[in-house]
Structures are given as structure tokens and as C-alpha cells.
């Protein structure tokens, strides 16, 4: 019983009291006689002569008294509101509403049932008129905790999405104080996302505060969590730790590795058996084929924790490695080659060279492709083989070369600075008294991002000519300002010099795990240079601030970073935590940039795990839809009163005897048909009739539904906002926008399709196809949008994972020959005079169907069949552009950031509509001249 009562709320159960008067009815019921039988009286004398037969009775049919008891309690139950399987526990509907959603990172597991949870919820606020607070837990200090109407809060929820950072649960105890210093919640529902956090204890408390004054609901979510983390490139295969928040059910979640273009390169397929949290994926691959990944994603569950991005770090180069002995050392751990391997093993391929002449040496590695040559304590270089490094350098090479007894002086031209001749010993004429540490790193060095050893000492060294130039060239000093590390650039490639040697007899260097950094990031800075064409000027991530040039979203993908995104310091990425002013992404410029994940090698996926005084809140997510049971109760209480009205028909004799039972009979049929039979549904009251009278009543844009639902959420927003625009600047004023299925929806009410691309959308259907290719056929126009622009550049239509979808899906289509939109379209001038079309992007042209050739006398007609182009094509993406929200206020920023460009955007969808709407009326202006020198005359 109490799980029966428990699926049951009212919304007004205080009405409920007056069940207590039942009894008091009961008792006035039972006193009241029913109406007397009426008959003919006779005459008097006859009327006294009758034996009385029967009495009247004093009290009502125990029957009838019951029927009508029951009448009056389904009244009293259907006036207090009853729903079967509420929302909430709470049996407040009054009074302000605190809606805390988690929409961190981990929400993207059960976003849609999040928010589709967040709504229903709010729809029920907009029925009761409640003022509603929202608080999303990622979006942190930057909200105003201020009460708003039910129907704004609505719209704001519908806006949100995940983020690809955690969730920061403490940042809203000051937002929830502040709230509540001027009207305290009765109702705080928190919609929590799987996982803990690490200053959810100040969260918990300031829940706790409201206990005694508010209801408090939390609805715990029932979604697994996955995260990618410690990529590792070893020699042989590239290895990527799974971790899962639950571990009780074995998995096999599947790995898929692309490159910058959106390629896929491999896909692995890992088994997580019960009670295991991580496992690995091993993707053996070539190391040319592993050194193309850019990006590793988990199939199916799109979060920017199940997104890892690779950068140079994680690419093998080749590096050769020629030392002053080319032959095996017999003493391995006394050679300069021993460390240099161990150091470079485990991100760096190591070719070997089988000669033992120097010059022949050089020629095989570079045959072999190197990218970074070390030469470790050789001296004077044989004239061929100093040429042959020079052009190699200058091609975009980078020489690392160690000091040693062969390299005391200047012996050739290979060198970033000048040398003094000999070399400084502790203890001999250019000495120090005690061995010297490590320094500094220069800001401007590949070294920026790393933290100074303080175990390592130098007793020797070559030492540098002072010059003006030196403090420029020197990537890494010891403590009394000597140089320990130069540089300088050659070409396209580069030339450094470790003033001490490659094993230990100069310094204890090559035992720290300095030594590996080091030449992992001149690794890593080489293929940099070869990547990107640089010259001698310091680049613009030279600098420890990395700006940040691609940032994750809350599905994994990289977008234009937000306004709000700060760059990060190179030297705190190790350390750094994602938040809103540090988001998951790329930063440093296109050609040179460094990836920072979401998740750390240390990092694991927790549960959320509430307090005991918070698990009596707590509660699952409803499995059904609620019910209201008004309507049923409404239908049993008219039928009742219809029943107990024909009984007192009958027992006052107004009805003759042969037609009680028929009748009784009838009306009992009648009154549990009206009280257990569903409610009749009228046929305008489908949702395929709702939403055909709902296109044709009114003029609407439409846009084709993607099954994504940040993208869907863009085109509404984007169709929203030109539906102001056209509504304030033209004569045509549609109504809200609606999102179209091509499997199901009529397609034939609306005039405009904006269709947006997304690389991983379901490909239509043959019946859509058709649907779509009819709708062409018959007038419809279709905006076709890949928003790619940003990555792909202008002109065609491949490149791209959108542009390949697209081209795909044009294979079934019956396209006519497009082209660029030329200077004589009417496009250019149905409303506003345009000469490019831009949209958050711009450079993509605008394309549309093809106009005929032009005629002998060079002029082409811009009139088509008095048609309209069916199908328009665009990169720019358009609706981001035109997106905003119910305050007017714009979503996204134009890239690059410029008001006139928004304005050109919003131009040209007018454009476009009033193109799409009129025809090519506007065609006819060429008769401009030739009507008016008519009305001249």
C-alpha cells in the first residue's frame, strides 16, 4: 500500500480534509426518507376501509446511502487534484522553484533525459505560475541567482548544454545564498550527473541548510560514464587507457582513432570484464600511420572526456643518433650512446647505421628520414659531410650536437655560437670552486613548460664567446649565468648545443629525468618546425601563454573557442585543472599548438556519492509519464449523479414498474463507461494533425532534425532569430520555427528547409530521399549547410567528414548543375544589394542552381523558368549567425568577432526568405530603362 500511495499526489491536498464530513453525511443520508409512493386517492369511505400494507420507512437503502457517499468523495478527490506517478514527491505548488542541473562533462551521458526531466518540470511551474531559479553546476560563478518567470526558465534550460569541463558544485553555495537572502525556495529539485567532485562537501552543506524549510528532490541518474586518458606512443603500437564510473557489468566499448581530416585510421575493440574500471586499447599500427592521429574517441558516447587529442608529444620522430665511436661500445655504460637511447627510446624511433665512415653515416640516416641527428663529442667534420648537415638543416632539420674532449674549440661551422677555446673543469684555470646547477630555462625555449632540476650539476663544460646576441640563443643556463643550452636557426631548421657531454663524465645530466624532457621537447619542437614552415622570428607561441585556438564542446567535438576562454600557461599544463576559463581543447596557433585533456593519467571517473542525511531526498527517475486523474474522477462523479438522479426517479413511482430494470441497467452501463473509458481522442488532436495545422495556419521556417541536439538547438535558435528579423524589417512574419523528420514529417507546408551537416548523422532514407526530392520538385528550397568553413576552407564540396557526408547523400539526390552565386543573381539584390554571403563564417561561396550561358550578346538571363534554385549550399555556417536567444541576446561569436558581419548574415537570410518567398520578380529591373524612356514618351 504505501508503494500505491506513494505513485499518488495531489495538487491541492488539503481539499482532501473534507473527507472527515463523510461520517456527518453518512448520518444526514441515513435520517432522510426517500420520496413517498404517490396514488389516486378514493373516496373516503374506501380510503378508510384500507388495510394499511407497509410502512414508510425512516431511513434511506443502506445501497443508496453508499452510492451516495461515494459520489461525494470522488468530488472531494477530483477537487484536490490527484496525479498518478507525479514528478516530485513535493505536495507544494506554490512558492519559488530552485532548479539545480549538472551539466558538467559527464552529463552528456544522459543529457536528453536530463533535460527532457528539466522541462516537464518546468512545464508544470508554468501551469502553477511559480517564480523559478536555475542554477547550472559548470557554468559557476558567472550566473545571476535571480528569480525568473517559470516560461524564461523554460527557454533557459532548453538553451543549456553539456560542457566539456567538471561540474563546480561549491561554486553555488554563495549563488544559493545570495538567492535566498531574499526569498527561500520552497521547492529545490538538483538534477546531479554521475559523477563527484572534489568540493562537493560544501555543495552538501549548503543543501543541508535548506532542509527544514524546503522539499527537497534529487533525481540520481542511471548512465554509464566512460573516459580516455595516458596516451602512450611506444615502439611498436600506441596504447590508450578506457576507465568506466561502473564496473559491475562487463563491456567492450570500442576505440576509433582519425586524423586531422576527420579519417578514420583504426578502430579497437577493448573488453572491460566484471569489476573492472580501466582497461587499454592497443592500436598496433606503423608509426607513420600512428604519427597522422589527431583525435581518439570512444564510439557512441560523444563527451569531451571520451575525446583525447594528440599532439606532437604523442608522435614517434625519427632520430638519429651518431656518436664519436660509430662501432659497438664494449662499454656501454660508460658511452654517450647508452644514455642518448635510453633517453629517446620511449618517444623517439631510433634508426641504425651500419657504417663506420662518418659521411656515409650521415647519408643513410637522412635517407632513412630523420627528423633531429645528434652527434655526441665529434669534433672537426669531414668538408662533404658539414655540407650535406648544412642543407639538411636548412631544409628544415634540426642537429643536436653534444660537447665533449673532440669539441673543446670551434672546429666547424655546425654550431650555434662562438666557443672559447679549451674548457672550463672544476679546479682548473677557467674553474669553479664547486659544481654548478641548473639555472634557468629561457621563456622564449622549448624548455618553458618544464620545472628546473635542482640534482643536477655541471663540473664541465665548453664555454661560449660573450656577445650580444648569446642571451638569445641560450635555451637553458647554469646558476652563474654560463651557458649550458644554445640555439640558433638555420633555414628552416635548427642547430643546438649541450655544453657538456652525453654521458657522465661532465655532468650528472644524463641520470635526471632533465635529460629525457629536454630532448623530448626538442624533439617535439623540431617537428613542429618541419610541420610548419617558420623562419627566424619568434613565432607566436614562443611565449609560455598559449592562446587557445580549438576548444572542445560538451560531445567532444573542437569548436571556435568562446570569449571567456583564457589562454593557459605552458608551464602549469601539467598541473591545471579544465574549467570555464580553461576549456578541453587545442591551444597555440594552427601551426604549432598543444593539446590539453580533459582527464590525466592519475585521474580515475567516481560515482556521485550523496551523504546520509541527502539519501532520504534522493530517487530515481520516473519511468512514466504522470497521469492526472481529475478527468476520470470528473467523468465517475457525473455518472454517479446521473445514477443516483434516475434511482430517485424510480423510487418516486414516476416511472412504471416493467421499465426499472432496463433502465437501471442502461444507466449503470452508461456510468462505468464514463467512468474507466479513456478519454475519446478527436482526430485534430494527433500529433500529425497538431502539426499540420500548427505549418498551415501559419507561415513557419523549418529545419531538418539531425538527432543532435546541440545542433538542432543552433538551427532553432538560428531560424528564431531571422524570424525577428524578418518580422521588424519586412512584410513577412512567420511564427516560432518547428524541426522537420524527413522519414515522417510533411515537408510540403513550409517554403524553406534549413538543413545543417554533421559528419556522423544517419544517412536518409530511400523514402526520404524521395520525400525530399519530391518537395524540390514541386518549389520547395533546401539550404544545405556543412559549417565547415573555419576547417575546410572554400570551393567544393570534399575535404571535410561534412563535405564527404554531403557528397554522399547528393549521389541519390536530383541535383541540378550548381555554381557559385554570380554578381547578376537575383539573390543579390531581392531585398538587400549583396555582393558576398556571409554567415558566423565567412569565404564560402553561396551555391545554386546553375543559370544558363550566357547569350551572343554577352549577357546571361536571370530569369529561370520563373523559378526559384531548389537547392542553396553553404559552409558559412548560417544559423550560429543568426542564433539568439529569448532576450535577443546573440549565441555565438562570428569568427572573426565583427558586428558588420552578424549584419550581413542577418541580411542575407532576408534575402534568401524574401528570394525563396517572391520568386525572381526582382529579375524584371533589367526593363528598368527600356519601361521608363516608355513613360517618358
Do not use: C
Not at 427 to 437: D, V
Not at 506 to 529: D, Y
Not at 689 to 705: E, N
Not at 725 to 731: E, G, I, K, Q, S
Amino acid at each position: 500500500m504505501s508503494g500505491l500511495f506513494a505513485s499518488l499526489a495531489f495538487a491541492t491536498p488539503w481539499v482532501l480534509a473534507a473527507l472527515a464530513l463523510l461520517p456527518a453525511i453518512w448520518w444526514l443520508l441515513r435520517l432522510t426518507p426517500p420520496r413517498p409512493e404517490q396514488t389516486t386517492f378514493p373516496p373516503l369511505r374506501l380510503l378508510l376501509s384500507i388495510t394499511k400494507q407497509e410502512e414508510t420507512p425512516n431511513n434511506s437503502p443502506w445501497w443508496l446511502t453508499l452510492l451516495r457517499l461515494l459520489l461525494i468523495a470522488a468530488l472531494i478527490v477530483a477537487l484536490a487534484g490527484p496525479t498518478w506517478n507525479p514528478l516530485t514527491r513535493s505536495t507544494t505548488t506554490t512558492g519559488p522553484l530552485w532548479l539545480v542541473i549538472d551539466n558538467g562533462w559527464d552529463a552528456a551521458a544522459g543529457w536528453s533525459q536530463q533535460q527532457d526531466l528539466a522541462l516537464k518540470l518546468l512545464d508544470e511551474a508554468v501551469e502553477n505560475g511559480r517564480p523559478v531559479l536555475v542554477l547550472a553546476s559548470a557554468d559557476g560563478p558567472r550566473q545571476t541567482p535571480a528569480l525568473t518567470g517559470a516560461p524564461e526558465a523554460r527557454e533557459h534550460v532548453r538553451a543549456l548544454a553539456p560542457r566539456s569541463w567538471p561540474n563546480d558544485r561549491a561554486q553555488l553555495a554563495p549563488l544559493m545564498q545570495t538567492a535566498a537572502s531574499d526569498t527561500p525556495p520552497t521547492t529545490l529539485i538538483w538534477l546531479p550527473s554521475s559523477l563527484q567532485t572534489a568540493e562537493d562537501k560544501i555543495f552538501f552543506q549548503a543543501l543541508a541548510t535548506y532542509e527544514d524549510t524546503t522539499t527537497i528532490e534529487i533525481f540520481t541518474p542511471d548512465a554509464q560514464v566512460y573516459g580516455l586518458k595516458n596516451l602512450r606512443n611506444n615502439a611498436q603500437s600506441m596504447r590508450l587507457d578506457v576507465t568506466r564510473m561502473n564496473a559491475e557489468e562487463p563491456e567492450s566499448p570500442e576505440v576509433l582513432a582519425v586524423d586531422g581530416q576527420g579519417r578514420t585510421i583504426a578502430r579497437q575493440r577493448i573488453t572491460l570484464a566484471s569489476g573492472e574500471k580501466t582497461g587499454t586499447a592497443r592500436l598496433d599500427l606503423p608509426a607513420d600511420l600512428r604519427n597522422d592521429i589527431a583525435r581518439l574517441t570512444l564510439t557512441g558516447h560523444r563527451a569531451s572526456g571520451t575525446t583525447f587529442l594528440a599532439d606532437e608529444r604523442w608522435k614517434r620522430r625519427k632520430v638519429g643518433i651518431l656518436t664519436d665511436s660509430l662501432a659497438q661500445e664494449t662499454q656501454p655504460l660508460l658511452s654517450a650512446r647508452y644514455y642518448l637511447n635510453r633517453a629517446l627510446a620511449p618517444f623517439a624511433d631510433l634508426p641504425s647505421t651500419r657504417s663506420t665512415d662518418l659521411r656515409e653515416a650521415i647519408t643513410d640516416l637522412i635517407d632513412k628520414g630523420v627528423t633531429v641527428m645528434v652527434l655526441a663529442n665529434i669534433g672537426t667534420l669531414p668538408a662533404s659531410a658539414e655540407d650535406q648537415l648544412n642543407r639538411w638543416v636548412e631544409n628544415g632539420g634540426t642537429l643536436v650536437r653534444f660537447a665533449g674532449p673532440n669539441m673543446a674549440g670551434e672546429s666547424d661551422t655546425l654550431i650555434p655560437v662562438r666557443l672559447r677555446g679549451g674548457d672550463r673543469t672544476l679546479g682548473g684555470s677557467l674553474s669553479w670552486k664547486q659544481p654548478q646547477p641548473i639555472g634557468e630555462f629561457a621563456a622564449e625555449g622549448p624548455f618553458r613548460a618544464l620545472t628546473v632540476p635542482t640534482d643536477v650539476t655541471v663540473q664541465r663544460q665548453v664555454l661560449a664567446q660573450p656577445s650580444a646576441e648569446l642571451p638569445n640563443k641560450t635555451w637553458a643556463s647554469l646558476q652563474d649565468g654560463t651557458p649550458l643550452v644554445t640555439a640558433d636557426v638555420r633555414g628552416q631548421g635548427q642547430i643546438v648545443l649541450f655544453h657538456v657531454t652525453a654521458d657522465t663524465t661532465w655532468s650528472n645530466l644524463p641520470l635526471s629525468g632533465a635529460f629525457v624532457q629536454m630532448l623530448q621537447a626538442i624533439t617535439t619542437n623540431a617537428a613542429a618546425r618541419t610541420n610548419a614552415q617558420t623562419d627566424s622570428e619568434p613565432s607566436e607561441t614562443s611565449s609560455t601563454m598559449l592562446p587557445p585556438y580549438r576548444v572542445l564542446d560538451g560531445t567532444g567535438q573542437l569548436t571556435t573557442p568562446p570569449p571567456e576562454a583564457l589562454p593557459l600557461n605552458e608551464t602549469e599544463l601539467a598541473s591545471l585543472s579544465p574549467s570555464w576559463q580553461h576549456q578541453p581543447g587545442l591551444y597555440g596557433t594552427e601551426s604549432a599548438f598543444t593539446a590539453f585533456n580533459l582527464l590525466k593519467a592519475e585521474d580515475e571517473v567516481v560515482g556521485l556519492d550523496l551523504p546520509q542525511e541527502l539519501q532520504s531526498a534522493a530517487r530515481a527517475y520516473p519511468e512514466s509519464e504522470p497521469v492526472d486523474l481529475r478527468a476520470p474522477l470528473w467523468a465517475l462523479v457525473l455518472s454517479l449523479a446521473l445514477l443516483d438522479s434516475v434511482i430517485r426517479i424510480v423510487l418516486s413511482g414516476a416511472l412504471q414498474r416493467r421499465l426499472v430494470q432496463p433502465v437501471l441497467v442502461a444507466t449503470l452501463g452508461v456510468s462505468v463507461a464514463l467512468a474507466f473509458a479513456p478519454t475519446p481522442s478527436h482526430a485534430q488532436e494527433t500529433a500529425a494533425d497538431i502539426f499540420a495545422l500548427d505549418a498551415t495556419l501559419d507561415t513557419r521556417l523549418a529545419y531538418v532534425r539531425t538527432g543532435d541536439a546541440e545542433v538542432d538547438e543552433i538551427s532553432r535558435a538560428g531560424l528564431f532569430g531571422l524570424t525577428r528579423v524578418l518580422t521588424a524589417r519586412t512584410a513577412l512574419e512567420p511564427e516560432a520555427p518547428v524541426g522537420v523528420d524527413l522519414e515522417t514529417d510533411e515537408l510540403a507546408f513550409f517554403p524553406f528547409l534549413y538543413w545543417p551537416i554533421t559528419a556522423d548523422m544517419p544517412e536518409p532514407s530511400e523514402a526520404a530521399i524521395a520525400r525530399l526530392d519530391a518537395y524540390m520538385r514541386n518549389g520547395g528550397t533546401v539550404l544545405i549547410d556543412t559549417r565547415d568553413q573555419l576547417t575546410a576552407g572554400s570551393g567544393g564540396f570534399s575535404g571535410t567528414p561534412e563535405r564527404t557526408k554531403l557528397r554522399t547523400m547528393l549521389e541519390s539526390i536530383d541535383v541540378p548543375p550548381l555554381e557559385p552565386v554570380p554578381s547578376d543573381h537575383v539573390l543579390t539584390k531581392t531585398f538587400y544589394i549583396l555582393n558576398e554571403f556571409p554567415g558566423r563564417y565567412a569565404g564560402s561561396p553561396l551555391w545554386v542552381q546553375a543559370l544558363p550561358a550566357a547569350t551572343a550578346q554577352g549577357r546571361r538571363p536571370v530569369r529561370v523558368s520563373d523559378g526559384v534554385s531548389p537547392i542553396l549550399i553553404t559552409a558559412n555556417d548560417m544559423a550560429a549567425a543568426w542564433a539568439i536567444d529569448s532576450n535577443g541576446t546573440y549565441l555565438y561569436p562570428t569568427v572573426p568577432p565583427n558586428p558588420s558581419q552578424r549584419e550581413m548574415a542577418f541580411r542575407v537570410g532576408v534575402n534568401i526568405l524574401m528570394y525563396v518567398m517572391t520568386g525572381n520578380y526582382k529579375s524584371d529591373q533589367v526593363h528598368i530603362p527600356a519601361l521608363l524612356e516608355r513613360l517618358g514618351q
